[in-house]
């Protein structure tokens, strides 16, 4: 793992981005994590490329093990992440609310819109920060960077939506095992 995930006597902030395994590109966001790391030099930036071209900025790394990515996401003050539903779990998991760039199939970064839709439905639920332009994006790191570690995460909410959730799951098992067999 890159120097820039130890948590040791860290004194400044650290934003992690990962654009997931897709082979797929995602140069936007990699481009937009290279840029915000050219115009704050007293934050650390981390990005996980995957098969885009590394930053030329940011530190970067094609691809981390998902214990060394959830290690740097509990480490970060921000997790930036594509619409994957797999690494937002992870950076929920880890404590942070994300910030979510869905990729754009018309950008040619996926094969259909389904990471738009998902982030969509995150965000209007207050579970992730949707932005779709380098403005917005800057705009949710500055904001983010500028609150405490884990914004926007209400742990005490999130276990009740779980709670809610399997509840109902489990009234659907007992409707479904309670109808006449035919």
Do not use: K
């Not at 098969?51 to 740097?72: I, M, N």
């Not at 997790?79 to 937002?88: D, E, L, N």
């Not at 983010?144 to 098992?173: I, T």
């Amino acid at each position: 793992m890159t120097d820039v995930g130890r948590t040791e006597s860290r004194v400044r902030p650290l934003v992690v981005c990962t654009v997931g395994t897709d082979h797929h590109r995602f140069d936007r966001l990699v481009g937009w994590c290279d840029t915000f790391a050219a115009t704050a030099p007293d934050v650390d930036v981390l990005v996980q490329h995957g098969s885009s071209p590394p930053p030329r900025v940011a530190a970067g790394q094609a691809f981390f093990t998902a214990d060394e990515l959830a290690e740097l996401m509990r480490a970060a003050h921000v997790v930036v992440t594509h619409g994957g539903p797999g690494s937002i779990s992870v950076a929920r998991r880890c404590g942070t609310r994300p910030i979510a760039v869905a990729r754009d199939p018309t950008l040619g970064e996926h094969v259909d819109g389904h990471q738009l839709r998902f982030v969509g439905r995150l965000a209007s639920s207050e579970l992730v920060t949707a932005v779709s332009s380098e403005a917005e994006f800057r705009q949710a790191l500055l904001q983010r960077l500028s609150a405490p570690r884990g914004f926007g995460v209400d742990a005490e909410a999130a276990q009740n939506r779980v709670r809610a959730s399997a509840m109902r799951f489990g009234a659907l098992v007992e409707r479904l095992l309670s109808q006449p067999r035919r």
